[in-house]
């Protein structure tokens, strides 16, 4: 184009001096006119192609980018690209400040700064921008040109600059916007609630995700500009953050639950640590509890059935707390009658875990005294190890223990007022495990004389055994529903692979059939793409256009803390996915044993809930529907 013009200018000009030669001065008229004419044809087409940016063709931000390119506010780079996901430097987005308002009054005099020379590129461009009242410096009178701008801080500076004011209080505005309000500084709530409120706040890729902290990208940054400067339509809708508001009377029903547990946990040891839990909770507006009752080999409840299986009756110690007293919490007091009363009390379900499901310790009362009760692998060896410890296998199939595990539940419906049960990835078997004799035997009888294959992975293998499980969960469903209708059947597993393949716990099938009227699948995953992954299986998806279906989120472990913003984030993604909820392991880990402080936590959970909200329904099955 430019040589175009250079040659085009040229011949105007030999030609110019023939001309002006045979008709004198009017021919600098005739000039002057055909040059306007050039200038008028060729400028739009050069304006045009600054827009056509080899890097943001496709992207989000592409109409914003190039609409406040046409009206020269930003501009893009001599290499014909824009780089939208480069960072903003405080002098650059002082220049963008400059073009995009270049009217904006001053307030105020100043604007000098010790770290800004005067013949600094952007000087005069922060002086206005100071003046204006859109951007401030730092103590001791420095600007800090090239710092990355935050996000935070440009959105700060665009609210102050434009004198918006939030109508409504800071709190209920951004704790209904953003699912990491926790994390948005004391000093710049005012202004971020108000720029929320004028829709100027850009959040890509997770509209609710703030990133206060995160630099301000080029993309980011003409995002905010074409919501403040009023150029409607240009930013996906989806990605402009709103307030939301509900009240109690409307609020949708939510499952906001978490597993109390005897290990790394003192929580059920002593009626104070119950009574300060279930408030703790209620106040944060949990609505489930799940305490464990059964680990360990024992029963963490009073129970007839383990004084006759174990010889003893209740335990709320583990053998790993060997410096406490084995009796402790249990003298005088019923743990599992404290947390049902004062659960129900503050409107809150308590729905015993079975946690060991058919686990147990390999050195165990139960293990000991019932050794003809035990499954074992194809070589004869009865211990499967679960980390350091070793365990042993209850054999899911003999009837003797079938009739343990049916009796201790039926035990506790009828004992206790409960609003179900829950059973979790280890009412299942661990696919290794299977070649006890009578096992063996049952194949046989079923397969004509045929023993079971030496690969534990075979698949009909797998099947049969999967099959024989769910055959029993049918059979308790059916016994805990005699005894009490209303009481809910809830499983807790990991995902339907997994659970399937190497546990034979089939609960895809286990819900199809009607015997899961709650579920809340295992997904403790720290990377976020394969959480995700997890949450978009289509047996997950299928359960939840079924029967309420959350997600297990891991918030942390004894030596292993998870962060505020993993947590948050997985919220939000099981939200963004119409699940029922969520459940958290384990409750110390709420608020203890994290890197942050135990009130930073507890304001991070008021947060994610900040207002009550009841468990979702759940649609009890009838015994025409397991029939069917």
Not at 444 to 471: F, L, M, S, Y
Not at 579 to 608: C, D, K, M, P
Request: with cysteine; aromatic share 12%.
């Amino acid at each position: 184009m430019k040589r175009f013009l250079k040659k085009f200018l040229e011949a105007c000009a030999d030609g110019l001096v023939s001309f002006s030669r045979a008709f004198g001065r009017q021919a600098w008229f005739v000039f002057l006119f055909i040059l306007g004419l050039t200038l008028t044809v060729f400028k739009p087409t050069a304006a045009l192609s600054q827009t056509r940016l080899s890097d943001i063709q496709g992207h989000w931000a592409q109409p914003c980018i190039e609409q406040l390119i046409q009206k020269q506010m930003i501009s893009g780079y001599p290499d014909g690209t824009f780089k939208p996901n480069a960072s903003v430097t405080r002098a650059e987005f002082a220049a963008m400040l400059g073009k995009a308002f270049p009217d904006a009054p001053a307030i105020r005099t100043g604007g000098k700064f010790t770290d800004i020379p005067t013949n600094y590129w952007a000087s005069d461009a922060i002086r206005k921008a100071y003046q204006a009242g859109f951007i401030a410096g730092y103590p001791g009178g420095v600007f800090q040109p090239n710092q990355k701008i935050p996000r935070v801080q440009a959105l700060v500076s665009l609210a102050s600059g434009l004198k918006y004011v939030p109508t409504q209080p800071a709190a209920d505005t951004l704790n209904g916007a953003f699912a990491d309000a926790v994390g948005i500084p004391e000093y710049s709530r005012g202004a971020i609630a108000a720029a929320t409120e004028k829709q100027l706040v850009v959040n890509y890729p997770n509209v609710r995700t703030l990133n206060p902290d995160q630099s301000a990208s080029r993309a980011d940054v003409s995002a905010f500009l074409c919501q403040a400067t009023e150029t409607a339509g240009l930013v996906p809708s989806q990605y402009i953050a709103k307030v939301e508001t509900s009240s109690p009377d409307t609020a949708k029903a939510e499952l906001r639950g978490v597993w109390l547990t005897n290990i790394d946990s003192n929580v059920l040891f002593s009626s104070q640590s119950v009574t300060d839990a279930i408030q703790r909770l209620q106040e944060l507006n949990f609505n489930t509890v799940y305490p464990t009752v059964w680990n360990w080999g024992y029963t963490l409840y009073p129970s007839q059935v383990a004084q006759k299986a174990t010889g003893k009756a209740v335990r709320l110690v583990t053998p790993l707390d060997s410096s406490l007293n084995p009796d402790l919490g249990t003298q005088g007091r019923d743990m599992l009658k404290e947390m049902v009363e004062q659960g129900h009390q503050k409107g809150m379900r308590v729905i015993p875990w079975f946690e060991f499901g058919f686990m147990a310790p390999a050195d165990s009362e139960l293990a000991k005294r019932h050794p003809d009760w035990l499954t074992q692998n194809s070589k004869g060896g009865k211990i499967w190890k679960e980390g350091k410890d070793e365990r042993v296998w209850l054999n899911p199939f003999q009837p003797e223990v079938q009739q343990f595990i049916k009796d201790l539940m039926v035990e506790m419906v009828s004992n206790y007022d409960v609003d179900g049960i829950q059973l979790d990835d280890h009412f299942g078997l661990p696919s290794a495990f299977g070649y006890d004799a009578y096992t063996v035997q049952l194949y046989k009888k079923e397969h004509q004389g045929k023993a079971p294959p030496a690969d534990p992975q075979d698949a009909e293998w797998v099947r049969w055994r999967a099959n024989k499980i769910t055959d029993f969960l049918a059979q308790l469903f059916r016994a805990i529903k005699d005894r009490k209708k209303d009481a809910i059947v809830a499983v807790s597993p990991n995902p339907q692979k997994d659970s399937y393949q190497f546990f034979l716990a089939d609960w895809a099938t286990w819900e199809r059939r009607g015997l899961v009227e709650e579920l809340i699948v295992q997904i403790y995953r720290d990377n976020f793409d394969t959480f995700i992954r997890e949450l978009d299986q289509p047996e997950l998806k299928a359960a939840k256009s079924h029967i309420p279906t959350g997600i297990g989120i891991l918030s942390g472990l004894k030596n292993k803390p998870v962060s505020l913003s993993q947590i948050q984030k997985q919220v939000e993604a099981v939200r963004q996915r119409g699940f029922a909820g969520v459940s958290f392991f384990f409750y110390e880990t709420l608020w203890n044993n994290t890197s942050e402080s135990s009130s930073q936590r507890q304001e991070a959970f008021r947060l994610l809930f900040p207002m009550p909200t009841k468990s979702p329904e759940v649609s009890l099955v009838e015994e025409e529907q397991l029939a069917a």
